[in-house]
């Protein structure tokens, strides 16, 4: 079924937890993710950027109804989360077509412009019945992101996070702890001491962006000392696009899509499997 985000976030920070958020780009990655939880028996957050959003000529309804709606005929949990959406008309546009939660990321703004349009938007989403994930620091990263009012890299300060969230009300943290966006290769190495000393300070739950370049015993201990929503995409897009330059690479003559994108759509399933096997539940 299709199920709110806070109500699986807060359960998984009460279990000492996550729930791990897979992006969403096509139908096949709402599927796979879908198989993949359902598999597992986990239930996950599928997430669709404002990124993703764009790349479907900004028509945002066809894909969020068409992923709700794979939630929906699932056995598993799944809830419909617009990930590191800058636009609040996309915003407005999300509690209509499905999602219960947004990412508002309002990083590419000056400190003060990030605190005053954030609790405008919490407050926006609030009224509209949504769950608002917010973003201090930068985890950076992103190909074509704006420019960040911080210094590539720069870590989230535990104090300046807690005043962040007393002044913008939203309801989940993402922090810059040592990830960055889009690494194909799992080398980045978080700050451990950090993450704890945010979980002592911030009064929400918190969550790891760019988690894909992160290796399975810091995925985990990250889990542990408190990050309870974990967001996944560029290691599914490895597993989706290599199963299709696999299957391409040794028939040139292909034409039927449905010949490249099952193997992927198995692929990105067996992934999340193998991401799930290693990110705590809670207890
Ligand atoms: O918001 C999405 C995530 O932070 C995904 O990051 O593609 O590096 O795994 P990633
Ligand atoms: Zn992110």
């Given at each position: ?12 920070a009460a279990a000492h937890g996550c729930v791990p958020a897979f992006n969403v780009i096509t139908l096949e990655h709402a599927e796979a993710i879908a198989d993949g939880a359902q598999a ?51 915003v407005r546009q999300a509690a209509d077509n499905g999602f219960s939660s947004v990412m508002f990321d309002a990083g590419a703004l000056p400190h003060d412009r990030n605190v005053a349009a ?127 330059r696999g299957v391409l690479d040794a028939e040139s003559s292909l034409t039927d899509p449905r010949k490249y994108l099952t193997p992927a759509r198995e692929a990105v399933a067996k992934t ?12």
């Amino acid at each position: 079924p299709l199920v709110p985000t806070g109500e699986l976030v807060s359960r998984a920070a009460a279990a000492h937890g996550c729930v791990p958020a897979f992006n969403v780009i096509t139908l096949e990655h709402a599927e796979a993710i879908a198989d993949g939880a359902q598999a597992a028996g986990r239930p996950v957050i599928l997430q669709i950027s404002e990124n993703a959003v764009r790349y479907h000529g900004g028509r945002l309804a066809p894909l969020a109804r068409a992923t709700a709606a794979v939630a929906e005929a699932s056995e598993v949990e799944l809830a419909l989360h617009l990930d590191h959406a800058t636009d609040m008309e996309l915003v407005r546009q999300a509690a209509d077509n499905g999602f219960s939660s947004v990412m508002f990321d309002a990083g590419a703004l000056p400190h003060d412009r990030n605190v005053a349009a954030t609790a405008e938007a919490a407050r926006w989403a609030h009224e509209a019945g949504l769950w608002l994930e917010a973003e201090l620091g930068y985890v950076g990263g992103k190909p074509d992101a704006p420019a960040s009012a911080h210094a590539a890299g720069v870590r989230t300060d535990p104090a300046e996070a807690a005043d962040y969230v007393a002044r913008t009300g939203v309801d989940a943290l993402a922090v810059a702890v040592g990830s960055s966006h889009a690494m194909t290769e799992r080398t980045a190495s978080l700050d451990h001491a950090l993450i704890s000393r945010l979980r002592g300070r911030v009064p929400v739950p918190l969550v790891l962006h760019g988690s894909s370049g992160v290796p399975d015993e810091d995925l985990r201990r990250a889990v542990e000392s408190g990050m309870a929503k974990v967001n996944i995409g560029t290691a599914l897009n490895v597993a989706f696009t290599g199963a299709v330059r696999g299957v391409l690479d040794a028939e040139s003559s292909l034409t039927d899509p449905r010949k490249y994108l099952t193997p992927a759509r198995e692929a990105v399933a067996k992934t999340v499997g193998t991401l799930l096997a290693v990110l705590p539940a809670g207890r």
